[in-house]
């Protein structure tokens, strides 16, 4: 159950136990700044992060988390929905290892991903995790 879960922009206080979680759940860790990301507080306490990458003339959801103790009850879900209905572009991109999970939200698989989105895979996710796909949502709204 979700409760009394807030979605909010990231304060530069909440940096550090972002990076902090990022870098044990072995998320893109290139460039984290707090203003790309959107956090998920009950009673006040962060429990959920995800972010908006800017490459330029594409974006990128990810570094989606939850805190250990909070998983199963739908925060990650709630971080992409807010991410995708926020997002500054028609064409939501992700690079991920969990394809099925981000299925059910409307993203597909491609092929053939932008040139930042394609070089991002090999200079960040290669050497974290094996099996990393891009893909796409197409907001319609």
């Not at 979605?7 to 893109?28: G, N, T, Y």
């Not at 709630?78 to 690079?95: D, G, K, M, W």
């Not at 409307?106 to 990393?132: H, M, Q, T, Y």
Request: hydrophobic share 45%; with cysteine.
């Amino acid at each position: 159950m979700i409760g009394d879960v807030r979605l909010e922009p990231a304060r530069p206080a909440d940096l550090p136990l972002i990076a902090e979680c990022v870098h044990r759940f072995r998320l893109d860790d290139e460039d984290l700044a707090a203003e790309q990301f959107v956090v998920a507080r009950e009673r006040g306490r962060l429990v959920a992060f995800g972010r908006i990458k800017p490459y330029g003339r594409v974006y990128e959801l990810g570094s989606v988390g939850v805190l250990e103790a909070e998983r199963g009850r739908g925060l990650g879900a709630l971080v992409v929905r807010e991410l995708v209905r926020s997002f500054p572009a028609r064409q939501v991109y992700i690079t991920t290892d969990l394809r099925g999970y981000f299925e059910r939200f409307g993203f597909r698989p491609i092929d053939d991903p932008p040139p930042e989105i394609a070089a991002k895979i090999a200079r960040v996710c290669a050497p974290l995790r094996s099996g990393v796909v891009a893909m796409v949502l197409e907001k319609t709204d």
